[in-house]
Antibody, heavy 122, light 107 residues
Framework: QVQLVESGGGVVQPGRSLRLSCAAS????????MHWVRQAPGKGLEWVAI????????YYSDSVKGRFNLSRDNSKNTLYLQMNSLRAEDSAVYYC???????????????WGQGTVVTVSS | DIQLTQSPSFLSASVGDRVTFTCRAS??????LAWYQQKPGKAPKLLIY???TLRSGVPSRFSGSGSGTEFTLTISSLQPEDFATYYC?????????FGQGTRLEIK
């Protein structure tokens, strides 16, 4: 079935780095834009970043721009989020999500992973 | 950035009630609006996209309407499994933004 599985979360000290992965299955990964969304404890949803289906275009929220780097390996059906210079305010559940429409038709996120928890603390 | 303001922030209702949530955008977003349901400890679930299109498999008691800057999500007859938090999301322009959520609780 269509599935996204995140991994790589954990506890990390401020200023350090962490890389999240999102393994996709059950659909043609290379034809869909992919996103990361995060949710701090007890808070709402915050969009983080998008990669286009082919990896040629990326956009980031201002809160992570210059610190986070998104990439994808379509041969491995995997999405990555490299998070550098982590701050306490980056602590959240990180979800990867698939666009509903293919080839850049960005109308909603129809499949979400279960989330991976990132805690930034000394 | 486009801000989305949801109202109310909290709603208490009973099984069988009809409820309506509102999402207002700070500028026009055409119909690039989606609604999600989230239960505690779970990922969000897509309900409505393009403002009014019901996602396949979502019960027909859910409906969406609106365009431009004002949108609504209606649940025609609340079921026990509908008690959750609901978020709107705009995909008209980057950065993509979410509303702050409406928490729906059992009265």
């Amino acid at each position: 079935q269509v599935q996204l599985v995140e991994s790589g979360g954990g506890v990390v000290q401020p200023g350090r780095s962490l890389r999240l992965s999102c393994a996709a299955s059950g659909f043609t990964f290379s034809t869909y834009g992919m996103h990361w969304v995060r949710q701090a404890p007890g808070k709402g949803l915050e969009w983080v970043a998008i990669t286009s289906y082919d990896g040629d275009n990326m956009y980031y929220s201002d809160s992570v721009k210059g610190r986070f780097n998104l990439s994808r390996d379509n041969s491995k059906n995997t999405l990555y989020l490299q998070m550098n210079s982590l701050r306490a305010e980056d602590s959240a559940v990180y979800y990867c999500a698939k666009e509903l429409g293919d080839y850049g038709e960005m109308n909603a996120f129809d499949i979400w992973g279960q989330g991976t928890v990132v805690t930034v603390s000394s | 950035d486009i801000q989305l303001t949801q109202s109310p922030s909290f709603l208490s209702a009973s099984v069988g009630d009809r409820v309506t949530f509102t999402c207002r955008a700070s500028q026009g977003i055409n119909s690039y609006l989606a609604w999600y349901q989230q239960k505690p400890g779970k990922a969000p679930k897509l309900l409505i996209y393009a403002a009014s299109t019901l996602r396949s498999g979502v019960p027909s008691r859910f409906s969406g309407s609106g365009s431009g800057t004002e949108f609504t999500l209606t649940i025609s007859s609340l079921q026990p499994e509908d008690f959750a938090t609901y978020y709107c999301q705009q995909l008209n322009s980057f950065p993509i933004t979410f509303g702050q959520g409406t928490r729906l609780e059992i009265k």
